[in-house]
């Protein structure tokens, strides 16, 4: 019987229970076993394995996270983890490994794919930036969640007469903050592609006072900053991917926005609301189709590629092309936004 791993890395996300549960089915299905590694990459450099069958996935559809765990660990950057890759790689007797993560867990199987490893890649980000995928499961759960949550502060800003200030999730990309903030109704939407202008902020939320709108809702990605300013971090503390952790520009911009416009404004850091908490159907559905492919990728053995989405057929894009380049928000999407400001 040939054997096949699963891992799961980088942060967790909606919809990654689903694409487990399908590959161990559609694997058993086609004569393979199935070992899960638990968190990530530091599950296959310790050799922390499980044997997956029928009886471990029942029942994991609905929920979120990950049964096999998630770390942000890169290979690259412990002395002798590449090796340890390999040697486990033999050890488990793995004829091939399938990645679920984003640009970070999937930028690693591809250097491992050059070396000889035999891996197909699943993409998995909320932030829905990665190339080559129309969407990634958890983006359609994310914006849901987010869109709940503003249109709860709908109610309270506009009893209050307040602004309020809603810092989401987008490091280098703001697809959170436009569809959440458009299906929400936001007043404004601030993204990472394009620099704050605080006065024209100010301005907009000023017209809609003078209009009879005592209250704005103002959404702001994580990732978004003032012109010719760094990104607002928490930490300067690097993750091993060389990742800050962001957060604060909600705090910074609610306090500008209150100086200047003399309006009273609270801020609210939505956080890992945001990626918790039970997967949307569109994310059940998509994990478990990328999960089949991913095992006919095996099957066929094409490996180095990812499975991506494109219009309503799942296929198959090289890994390489994927973590190339992030997808951002375009001009174009972002000025259907820009119509409803004010």
Same mark, same amino acid.
């Not at 070992?35 to 530091?42: A, C, E, P, R, V």
């Not at 490893?117 to 969407?135: A, C, F, Q, R, S």
């Not at 890994?319 to 928000?329: M, N, P, R, S, Y």
């Given at each position: 019987?040939?054997?096949?791993?699963?891992?799961?890395?980088?942060?967790?996300?909606?919809?990654?229970?689903?694409?487990? +549960?399908?590959?161990?089915?559609?694997?058993?299905?086609?004569?393979? =076993?199935?070992?899960?590694?638990?968190?990530?990459?530091?599950?296959?450099?310790?050799?922390?394995?499980?044997?997956?069958?029928?009886?471990?996935?029942?029942?994991?559809?609905?929920?979120?996270?990950?049964?096999?765990?998630?770390?942000?660990?890169?290979?690259?950057?412990?002395?002798?983890?590449?090796? @340890?890759?390999? /040697?486990?790689? #033999?050890? $488990?007797?793995?004829?091939?490994?399938?990645?679920?993560?984003?640009?970070?867990?999937?930028?690693?199987?591809?250097?491992?794919?050059?070396?000889?490893? @035999?891996?197909?890649?699943?993409?998995?980000?909320? /932030?829905?930036?990665?190339?080559?995928?129309?969407?990634?499961?958890?983006?359609?759960?994310?914006?849901?969640?987010?869109?709940?949550?503003? /249109?709860?502060?709908?109610?309270?800003?506009?009893?209050?007469?307040?602004?309020?200030?809603?810092?989401?999730?987008?490091?280098?990309?703001?697809?959170?903050?436009?569809?959440?903030?458009?299906?929400?109704?936001?007043?404004?939407?601030?993204?990472?592609?394009?620099?704050?202008?605080?006065?024209?902020?100010?301005?907009?939320?000023?017209?809609?006072?003078?209009?009879?709108?005592?209250?704005?809702?103002?959404?702001?990605?994580?990732?978004?900053? $003032?012109? =010719?300013?760094?990104?607002?971090?928490?930490?300067?503390?690097?993750?091993?991917?060389?990742?800050?952790?962001?957060?604060?520009?909600?705090?910074?911009?609610?306090?500008?926005?209150?100086?200047?416009?003399?309006?009273?404004? +609270?801020?609210?850091?939505?956080?890992?609301?945001? +990626?918790?908490?039970?997967?949307?159907?569109?994310?059940?559905?998509?994990?478990?189709? $990328?999960?089949?492919?991913?095992?006919?990728?095996v099957k066929q053995g094409k490996f180095g590629y990812?499975?991506?989405?494109?219009?309503?057929?799942?296929?198959?894009?090289?890994?390489?092309?994927?973590?190339?380049?992030?997808?951002?928000?375009?001009?174009?999407?972002?000025?259907?936004? #820009?119509?409803?400001?004010?």
């Amino acid at each position: 019987m040939k054997r096949l791993g699963i891992l799961t890395g980088g942060g967790d996300c909606p919809g990654l229970n689903p694409v487990i +549960r399908a590959v161990v089915r559609k694997a058993h299905l086609e004569g393979y =076993e199935v070992l899960g590694i638990k968190s990530g990459w530091k599950g296959i450099i310790e050799g922390d394995v499980i044997t997956l069958d029928r009886h471990s996935v029942s029942g994991i559809l609905p929920k979120g996270g990950t049964i096999l765990g998630t770390s942000r660990t890169n290979p690259y950057k412990k002395e002798g983890a590449v090796q @340890k890759v390999k /040697d486990n790689f #033999k050890k $488990f007797e793995l004829d091939a490994l399938i990645a679920v993560g984003g640009e970070d867990t999937l930028g690693v199987a591809n250097r491992l794919v050059k070396e000889g490893l @035999k891996i197909v890649g699943v993409p998995k980000t909320i /932030d829905n930036d990665l190339g080559e995928t129309d969407y990634t499961f958890g983006f359609d759960t994310a914006i849901n969640i987010v869109m709940e949550c503003i /249109d709860r502060l709908h109610t309270t800003a506009e009893s209050h007469n307040r602004i309020i200030v809603a810092e989401v999730m987008g490091r280098h990309a703001g697809w959170i903050a436009v569809y959440a903030g458009i299906a929400g109704g936001a007043d404004i939407i601030l993204i990472p592609e394009v620099p704050i202008n605080i006065d024209d902020v100010c301005a907009i939320i000023k017209k809609r006072h003078e209009g009879g709108k005592n209250f704005s809702i103002v959404v702001v990605a994580e990732g978004a900053k $003032f012109k =010719e300013d760094q990104e607002v971090l928490q930490t300067e503390k690097l993750d091993e991917f060389g990742h800050v952790r962001l957060g604060g520009i909600g705090q910074q911009l609610g306090g500008m926005i209150e100086k200047k416009t003399g309006y009273e404004t +609270r801020v609210t850091v939505l956080g890992y609301i945001q +990626r918790g908490g039970s997967p949307s159907a569109f994310d059940r559905v998509l994990g478990t189709r $990328f999960g089949i492919k991913a095992v006919e990728l095996v099957k066929q053995g094409k490996f180095g590629y990812m499975v991506s989405l494109q219009g309503n057929k799942i296929v198959e894009v090289p890994i390489e092309k994927a973590v190339g380049t992030l997808k951002t928000v375009d001009n174009d999407f972002y000025n259907v936004a #820009k119509t409803f400001f004010g």
